[in-house]
């Protein structure tokens, strides 16, 4: 297991949102806040951001904050919610997974398997994400009862119980499953209970991704605090 804030190579250098072509975003400070002081002796803010003006993915009440100050924001916002998502095949959705994760301030999204993933689909938002690395099933499931975190696998096979119906457990971890395979039995074996998403069409099962934000929301309807939403 091994911690990452989303600093390895592919992330440190700038992504889609981060910084894009003036499109969103504010300008530099004396712009945005003519004959307002900038706040340049708060260490909190990015000296560059200020001049220069701050067009990232970030929600305004970020504007101009380095990352540092941003992620220890958040951390004072995070939910008792964790995210596992097996990655033995290289599943492409975890992007996905990391960027929706954000945006519900989970605590940490857990990759097991492959240390690899692909990023593109995060947008960037993995800098403001804990992300744990995990190489097996059964060391996620230890690192969760160490936590006091109750395991809940999300899948769609035979035993599982309605998502739509379950209260889930407030310090919970969701352990999804790759496309292909699914959820593994050895992530089914140790959960509490297996919870599918209802389905009324024709297809097997839905994308991972799509499958983590419906139970990710599942249990922010269930656990959050809606005054604290931006
Ligand atoms: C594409 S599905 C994989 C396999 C699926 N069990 C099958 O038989 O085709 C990938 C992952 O998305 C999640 N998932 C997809 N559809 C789901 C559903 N209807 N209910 C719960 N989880 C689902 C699960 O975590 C699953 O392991």
């Known amino acids: 297991m091994s911690a990452n804030m989303g600093e390895s190579e592919a992330s440190a250098t700038p992504g889609p949102t981060e910084w894009g072509q003036g499109q969103h975003g504010v300008g530099p400070w004396e712009v945005e ?33 380095r990352r ?46 492959r240390r690899r993933w692909n990023r593109r689909g995060a947008m960037v938002t993995d800098r403001y994400q804990h992300l744990l690395h995990h190489d097996t099933t059964d060391s996620v499931v230890a690192w969760a009862a160490e936590h006091g975190l109750t395991v809940v696998a999300i899948d769609n096979t035979p035993g599982s119980v309605p998502l739509e119906t379950v209260e889930l457990p407030k310090r919970c971890l969701l352990l999804f499953g790759q496309e292909g395979p699914g959820v593994t039995a050895a992530a089914q074996a140790a959960a509490v209970m297996t919870c599918s998403i209802a389905q009324f069409g024709s297809t097997r099962s839905i994308n991972a991704g799509v499958a983590a934000g419906i139970a990710m929301h599942a249990w922010i309807r269930q656990h959050a605090d809606l005054s604290l939403a931006w």
Do not use: Q, S
């Not at 900038?38 to 904050?65: S, T």
């Not at 008792?80 to 990391?98: K, P, Q, Y």
């Open 68 to 113: 540092e100050a941003i992620v220890a924001d958040i951390d004072t916002r995070r939910h008792a919610l964790h995210i596992a998502i097996e990655n033995f095949e290289n599943d492409a959705n975890i992007g996905t997974v990391v960027r929706t994760a954000n945006a519900f301030a989970v605590d940490t999204v857990h990759i097991v398997g």
């Open 33 to 65: 806040h003519p004959g307002e002081p900038a706040p340049v002796d708060d260490p909190r803010y990015d000296p560059e951001l200020l001049a220069m003006g701050d067009r990232r993915n970030v929600v305004d009440a970020y504007r101009y904050l």
